[in-house]
């Protein structure tokens, strides 16, 4: 099971980071029409509404990803303090709650969405019109992403009701650890109240 999970994990690992490409794209899109608006004088009606497909890729894309690096935001004032039981239960029931009916709905209702553009070749209505409906067809495919990594995540609590202890997660970029840094160059906290008690109040001020 947990290589399974594991899995699961790679699979929106890669599936986020392959779309995000889309801000190297729209970086350079919005620095070729800067040039060609400002320096050749020759702006072009469709870019605004790339831009925004873009983006909208982006935005759609990262939150498989974010839900397997545990990196949505939570209110953990109390929730950190709890066992991992605790935490697991929580965590279950939100997702039943909320997360399973809302990312369903939203991978349904974007599917038909996604199918009716299609069906009318759906285009922006600018003089430079673009074809919509391909940038449509993101909102069900980053649900279904979106779903089978929180399935994962209701599994891992269910494990971790039964267990007492969270499964492991696929590593990745992640915030800065100050005690695994301070193992890293060396440095106790000793070193630190040493250093900080040499310096000036003139020195501490930055002055």
């Known amino acids: 099971m947990q290589k399974l999970l594991l899995t699961v994990d790679a699979i929106s690992t890669w599936f986020g980071k392959a779309c995000a490409w889309s801000v190297v794209a729209l970086t350079l899109l919005i620095s070729w029409e800067v040039f060609s608006r400002y320096v050749l004088n020759d702006p072009h009606a469709w870019v605004l509404d790339a831009q925004i497909m873009l983006y909208g890729v982006l935005f759609m894309t990262a939150g498989a990803y974010t839900l397997a690096k545990n990196g949505h935001v939570?209110?953990?004032?109390?929730?950190?303090?709890?066992?991992?039981?605790?935490?697991?239960?929580?965590?279950?029931?939100?997702y039943v709650l909320f997360f399973l009916p809302g990312i369903v709905a939203l991978t349904w209702a974007g599917w038909t969405f996604a199918n009716e553009s299609l069906a009318i070749r759906e285009q922006t209505f600018n003089a430079d019109p673009l074809p919509v409906y391909p940038f449509k067809f993101f909102v069900p495919i980053a649900g279904a992403f979106l779903l089978l990594q929180g399935i994962a995540e209701i599994i891992r609590c269910v494990i971790c009701i039964r267990t007492g202890a969270w499964p492991s997660k696929e590593e990745d970029v992640e915030e800065v650890d100050v005690d695994k840094l301070k193992e890293m160059v060396h440095v106790k906290d000793a070193d630190i109240e040493a250093l900080d008690k040499s310096l000036t109040p003139q020195q501490k001020g930055g002055q």
């Open 74 to 94: 939570r209110g953990d004032v109390l929730y950190g303090f709890f066992r991992p039981r605790t935490q697991a239960t929580i965590d279950l029931t939100l």
